[in-house]
């Protein structure tokens, strides 16, 4: 009778063990699952700031043009420049394509593109640099989360309590302990969760761009000079 109502017990302890074991790695995994879409989601955006950023090199043209506009801009490197979309003429149209403001001349609507497309650029950065920040500090969560878990959640000093539990025989201990120690290692590693994807790897940084209010006669120097590269209107 004893021995039935350990038993039980034993059963009701080990299971009440493993519920909030995998309760807590659930919600870990489903975090990360969470996190890993976050952050390709985050992708799609950095491909929109890759496009803004490809269409001021195309107006800019010129590489001290481009050299100045970095400088003024607050942009530390020509990022994701390419020598081949800059001069492509087919790419350059397409770009534009569904790109139309009013104008007189073709060098005023150049122009206001030029100053329009900064203001593009500006506000997916702004959104950009917030998303990935927010990125990171979820991945950093959910690490010290991963971290608390695992100190929690020994496999071994858990395998061993419910050995103890068990109250196994002592025979053979050396030769049980070896195998035991063999097959926990093994658990250990089919049971490790998988961390997050590093935001840091997948998302580039990008440092936040000079309001165009405070560039804009720099700005418009700017666009004037490129202009000189650009003759014929490629909007239409």
Same mark, same amino acid.
């Given at each position: 009778m004893t021995q039935d109502i350990v038993a039980a017990l034993n059963i009701e302890i080990k299971k009440e063990m +493993?519920?909030?074991?995998?309760?807590?790695? *659930?919600?870990?995994?489903? #975090? %990360? =699952?969470?996190?890993? *879409? +976050?952050?390709?989601?985050?992708?799609?955006i950095e491909q929109v700031?890759?496009?803004?950023?490809?269409?001021?090199?195309?107006?800019? $043209? #010129?590489? =001290?043009?481009? /050299?100045?506009?970095? $400088?003024?801009?607050g942009l530390t490197s020509n990022y994701y420049f390419d020598a081949y979309i800059v001069a492509s003429p087919t790419i350059k149209t397409r &770009?534009?394509?569904?790109?139309?403001?009013?104008?007189?001349?073709?060098?005023?609507?150049? %122009? *206001?593109?030029?100053l329009n497309c900064y203001d593009d650029l500006?506000? $997916?950065?702004?959104?950009?640099?917030?998303?990935?920040? /927010?990125?990171?500090?979820?991945q950093e969560?959910?690490? $010290? %989360?991963?971290?608390?878990?695992?100190? =929690?959640? #020994?496999?071994?000093?858990?395998?061993?309590?419910?050995?103890? &539990?068990?109250s196994m025989s002592q025979m053979?201990? %050396? &030769? /049980?302990?070896?195998?035991?120690?063999?097959?926990?290692?093994?658990?250990? *590693?089919k049971m490790k969760i998988i961390p997050p994807h590093t935001v840091d790897q997948e998302i580039d940084p990008l440092p936040p761009l000079v309001p165009a209010e405070q560039i804009k006669s720099k700005l418009k120097e700017l666009a004037? /000079?490129?202009f000189k590269h650009h003759p014929v209107d490629f909007t239409q």
């Open positions: +493993a519920d909030r074991y995998f309760s807590f790695r *659930k919600l870990i995994e489903s #975090d %990360t =699952q969470a996190l890993n *879409k +976050a952050v390709a989601n985050a992708v799609k700031v890759v496009i803004d950023l490809s269409r001021m090199y195309i107006l800019l $043209h #010129d590489e =001290q043009l481009i /050299e100045k506009f970095l $400088h003024h801009s &770009m534009f394509q569904d790109i139309s403001v009013w104008g007189l001349t073709w060098r005023g609507r150049f %122009t *206001k593109i030029f500006c506000r $997916h950065i702004d959104i950009f640099r917030s998303l990935r920040e /927010e990125l990171s500090a979820e969560l959910i690490g $010290h %989360t991963i971290d608390m878990f695992y100190r =929690q959640n #020994d496999i071994s000093s858990m395998l061993g309590f419910f050995r103890s &539990m068990d053979g201990s %050396t &030769m /049980e302990g070896s195998i035991n120690s063999g097959f926990d290692e093994s658990l250990q *590693k004037h /000079e490129a």
